[in-house]
């Protein structure tokens, strides 16, 4: 079992900036993708950014440019820097990982969530 703990979230205005972290526990395999979802009130929830293990990085256009996400193995936490934030990009940010070994299942693992607002 893994669990995901994130924290960073809060209230900024735009223009502003706030680092979320995620760290896992537990049984992590050497195959997996680390992501972060994000949904606003009244919207499906979107992938904003995911890292793979191997360092591959990918992002919504929506945020090219602004966001960044990176991950220190030694601690098991990846991170998502949020540069430029517009008031759409306020919402609930969640952090995902999927793992598997060479061979076996896919298991997906989400954390609780953080708010992220931002004020006009």
């Known amino acids: 079992q893994v669990q995901l703990v994130e924290s960073g979230g809060g209230l900024v205005q735009a223009g502003g900036s706030l680092r979320l972290s995620c760290a896992a526990s537990?049984?992590?395999?050497?195959?997996?993708?680390r992501n972060w979802y994000r949904q606003a009130p009244g919207k499906e929830r979107e992938l904003v950014a995911a890292?793979?293990?191997?360092?591959?990085?990918n992002y919504v256009d929506s945020v090219k440019g602004r966001f960044t996400i990176s991950s220190d193995n030694a601690k098991n936490t990846v991170y998502l820097q949020m540069n430029s934030l517009k008031f759409e990009d306020t919402a609930v940010y969640y952090c995902?990982?999927?793992?598997?070994?060479?061979?076996?299942?896919?298991?997906?693992?989400w954390g609780q969530g953080t708010q992220v607002t931002v004020s006009s």
């Open positions: 995902n990982l999927n793992t598997r070994s060479a061979y076996g299942p896919e298991y997906r693992y």
């Open positions: 537990g049984r992590i395999f050497s195959i997996n993708v």
């Open positions: 890292i793979t293990s191997g360092g591959s990085t």
